[in-house]
């Protein structure tokens, strides 16, 4: 931990929770790669598992270095405790199974990673986990869905492709009236343009291979605990025994201790140590991305082969003042949709790029490009496309961090010969 308690966030995001000290002088931790640790004494080893001393057992469990990482991620989103998990997904299975029991009701913004959405609307059926799929911009349809049943809200910072930005204030002052946790989402935004429990959300997900580790060379997932709901209600009988082991921590210790440990979604410490080394200069590239962004979508909304575009950074976008509350004004992502005439339209830019990258990632330092159509959504019934706001004629651009006149010279050139 930082000894000045008042730097700024851009400089926390640098030193949070790092202790040379304890590493003989190394600015980064140690990657613990060992299976499991050594207990001197069996009360030693007996007493962790009850959980009356704090220390490593298995690395499935816990990990130094993971810690770490955790205690960074943490800090970052105002949080009060988070584990890391194997990948972002991870993450979101994990806090879900732990919030549901089944038979149990959850709501969900319409606007949905392609693996949340089939998560939510296939996976969960299975086990009797009922996801309401709604628009969760609309306030009226958010409280007609709730019912006694109803555990949880979910959202993601900016949708993923609709780049929708839903009021996560407003949204988490209606979950709060009906006693309700907010659950959000904050992969596209990362904690450098919003900080969900700061605007009353109550848990937080991370895919950590996206913005958080900027280089797209590991894959990972943290959940973060506001640690500000309170689980003592008749909704939720279930966490009795987590709150009395942990208090305001019982989510927390529910998804570690009941679906973590047990599904063996372990973070390799490698991949925190690389997530670690991105995180330096996550500031840096999010300043970037957020300037290029606005001037490719600017670019591209004035181009006469593009049909239209959606980033919440243009004025004419639905969300676009709403983005400027919840941002504070620092930016808008770095993502952006836009359509041309057609499918084949899309495929011939995508061929005819030389620098950007295709590929099925997004935040990271290289500018990205993804037809969802054809790729990450083909299995899906096309009338289910259309209702998650994928059509034929959608690219997904993720726009990186090189010289902006690059970027924009690439499509340019692409978007010519198409
Ligand atoms: C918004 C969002 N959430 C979650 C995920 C899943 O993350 P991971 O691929 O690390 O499992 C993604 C992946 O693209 C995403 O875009």
Redesign the pocket.
């Known amino acids: 931990m930082a000894k000045n308690k008042n730097l700024h966030f851009d400089s926390r995001v640098i030193h949070e929770a790092l202790t040379p000290d304890q590493w003989q002088g190394a600015t980064l931790p140690p990657i613990f790669q060992s299976a499991s640790t050594q207990h001197k004494t069996a009360q030693s080893l007996s007493d962790t598992f009850a959980g009356k001393k704090k220390d490593h057992i298995y690395m499935r469990l816990t990990n130094p270095t993971n810690s770490v990482f955790e205690n960074k991620i943490c800090s970052l989103e105002n949080g009060k405790g988070a584990v890391v998990m194997s ?3 991870a993450a ?1 299975n994990n806090t879900c199974m732990a919030l549901l029991r089944s038979g149990d009701e959850f709501i969900s913004g319409n606007g949905l ?1 392609m ?2 959405y089939l998560l939510f609307t296939g996976v969960f059926k299975k086990y009797n986990l009922n996801a309401r799929i709604i628009d969760i911009k609309n306030e009226d349809e958010i409280k007609n869905s709730i019912t006694d049943k109803t555990r949880f809200i979910y959202l ?1 910072t900016i949708t ?1 492709p609709g780049m929708d930005v839903p009021d996560i204030e407003k949204i988490a002052k209606i979950a709060h009236a009906h006693n309700l946790p907010l659950v959000v ?1 904050n ?2 935004a990362s904690p450098w343009l919003a900080r969900p429990i700061e605007l009353g959300a109550d848990v937080v997900i991370h ?1 950590t ?2 913005y958080l580790s900027g280089h797209g060379a590991a ?3 943290i959940v973060i605990d506001g640690g500000n709901f309170k689980w003592n209600r008749e909704r939720f009988p279930d966490f009795k025994p987590f709150i009395e082991r942990k208090g305001e921590l019982a989510l927390l210790d529910k998804i570690w201790r009941e679906h973590h440990i047990n599904f063996g979604t372990t973070q390799a410490p490698f991949h925190s140590y690389l997530a670690m080394i991105g995180i330096d200069t996550l500031s840096l590239r999010m300043e970037r991305h957020m300037s290029n962004a606005i001037k490719v979508a600017q670019h591209l909304n004035a181009h006469k082969k593009v049909k239209w575009v959606h980033f919440p950074g243009l004025t004419d976008h639905n969300d676009h003042e709403t983005a400027r509350k919840i941002f504070g004004n620092k930016g808008f992502g770095g993502m952006i949709a836009f359509g041309l005439e057609n499918e084949t339209q899309c495929f011939s830019l995508i061929d005819n790029l030389e620098m950007i990258y295709h590929l099925a990632n ?1 935040g990271d330092c290289k500018t990205l490009i993804i037809h969802p159509w054809s790729s990450q959504y083909i299995s899906f019934d096309p009338e289910v496309k259309k209702g998650l706001l994928i059509t034929p004629d959608l690219l997904r651009l993720s726009v990186g961090i090189e010289n902006v006149d690059d970027i924009i010279n690439d499509l340019n050139l692409a978007l010519e010969k198409i």
């Open positions: 990948s972002g997904m979101i990673f693996s949340t993601e993923n989402d992969t596209l895919s291979t996206k894959t990972g997932g997004l």
